[in-house]
């Protein structure tokens, strides 16, 4: 059967770009999708009124109004009880509210309901990395690349796992990748050369993050770098494609 693909609006990178598209990190890669016009097999229209929710939650979401935004969500989801990227949105504020549990179990749902929810996945190895379930994690990503492969902020966190799980030439690869197709993306940049920092290092002495970190500060002086190690989430503001 034929993926129901999602679009997703570009922030970052070349806006005419025809093979990948982007949308703006939230760190740890977690985001909130937005919804495409129509699938060819997915004949469901959603309720306008419930995207029109939606939007709005994302909105309040970004402004950090999290009962706002909760409140939002679950109206659209009244409206349309299978509406994933509300569930999403849910887990989203589970998260900003600290209650990991209730994030992972909306993000699952939103799964259920979508399994095509590139974003879900994402948000998901985004929790399994800040419990330290790096291995658990990368199975998640991948599965939103094999949704979208330019999907740039997954592509992104492959590789700060693959070199997180010790595989500096596999996260070289990936990032090299995106760095062709967003040549602008100051974060993949400075991953890559994280990725060539620990590779040096492990020339004359065991490497770690930390170390390769410290390396790489010390010769360019990125602050981008920080967000390898420790990230903050960020909530994205997005708009929704009406019917």
């Known amino acids: 059967m034929k993926r129901c693909r999602m679009k997703r609006n570009p922030t970052t990178g070349p806006p005419d770009d025809p093979d990948m598209k982007t949308i703006q990190g939230i760190q740890l890669g977690l985001v909130v999708a937005t919804l495409a016009a129509g699938c060819a097999t997915a004949p469901h229209r959603w309720q306008p009124r419930a995207l029109a929710l939606q939007a709005a939650g994302i909105d309040a979401l970004g402004r950090g109004e999290l009962d706002r935004a909760a409140g939002h969500f679950s109206l659209a989801l009244e409206y349309e009880p ?18 990991w549990a209730r994030a992972e179990e909306r993000f699952r749902a939103a799964l259920a309901l979508n399994e095509d929810l590139a974003e879900a996945h994402l948000n998901i190895a985004g929790l399994l990395m800040r419990r330290d379930a790096d291995a658990d994690a990368l199975p998640q990503v991948r599965a939103a690349l094999a949704i979208d492969p330019g999907y740039a902020d997954a592509r992104l966190l492959s590789g700060e796992l693959l070199l997180r799980l010790g595989r500096p030439n596999d996260a070289h690869w990936e990032l090299e990748k995106l760095c062709a197709a967003f040549p602008g993306r100051a974060d993949a940049h400075a991953a890559n050369a994280l990725v060539l920092a620990y590779e040096e290092l492990t020339e004359d002495q065991p490497a770690t993050l930390a170390a390769a970190l410290s390396f790489v500060q010390g010769r360019a002086a990125i602050d981008q770098f920080q967000h390898i190690l420790h990230r903050e989430p960020v909530e994205p503001r997005h708009e929704i494609d009406l019917p």
Do not use: Y
């Open 82 to 99: 299978r509406l994933a990227e509300a569930e999403n949105g849910l887990g989203l504020v589970a998260l900003r509210r600290g209650d």
